[in-house]
């Protein structure tokens, strides 16, 4: 039975577009996406939320790509214009788990030096009091480890808990970990898929 409910928080219960600062700086969609894909990727971005200082990962991305020395420094002077708002309908999700006793936590990959900034910007993250940050273990999912620090923290028994993701491969080791998984799309299908 579900106790817990985990939430990540990227585009879960805040919208969070890097693309969108990239379209505007490119003048087109698609060289936004390559860069995002090609450039500043997943896996350099994953060194960031795992704790690497982000002025560290810039320089170094910038001497390997001279030619985009002002598009990769925009990925921090503009870190917040990204951040474009809460997920519609999820803090009355939230609201509403928390009426029906549920308990409620975080899971999130995340650098701790924007986290703190953007959890005083959105209410929806003040939310959630009990939660995991990869930057602060330098750990990032779909590491089961990070998983393991959120149980062990407060005490949760996997098969008690359901992990809400929008990425596929983060469901998937909280699966095996033996919790729940549910693929995040949206506010009004997680309702249906949680039952309330």
């Known amino acids: ?13 805040v919208q969070w577009h890097p693309e ?3 379209t505007e700086y490119f003048g087109d969609e698609a060289k936004a996406w390559w860069f995002l894909r090609h450039v500043a990727d997943n896996e350099w971005r994953g060194r960031i939320d795992a704790g690497e200082p982000t002025a560290d ?3 170094e ?22 951040l474009t708002d809460e997920v519609p309908g999820m803090r009355e999700v939230i609201t509403d788990l928390k009426n029906r006793k549920h308990e409620i936590y975080g899971l999130t990959n995340w650098s701790m030096e924007t986290f703190p900034i953007a959890r005083k910007k959105f209410g929806i993250l003040q939310m959630i009091d009990r939660y995991v940050v990869s930057g602060a273990e330098k750990l990032i999912k779909p590491d089961p480890r990070l998983f393991q620090v959120l149980l062990d923290r407060y005490n949760l028994k996997a098969e008690e808990c359901t992990f809400i993701d ?26 249906k898929e949680l039952c309330i």
């Open 1 to 13: 039975m579900t106790k817990n409910i985990i939430f990540d928080f990227g585009n879960v219960l």
């Open 20 to 22: 969108l600062i990239y």
């Open 57 to 59: 990962c810039i320089a």
């Open 61 to 82: 991305l910038q001497a390997k790509y001279p030619e985009y020395t002002k598009a990769v420094a925009l990925y921090d002077e503009r870190y917040f214009d990204m």
């Open 166 to 191: 929008d990425n596929p491969d983060n469901v998937a080791a909280a699966q095996k970990l033996g919790m729940q998984g549910i693929a995040f799309t949206n506010a009004e299908t997680l309702r």
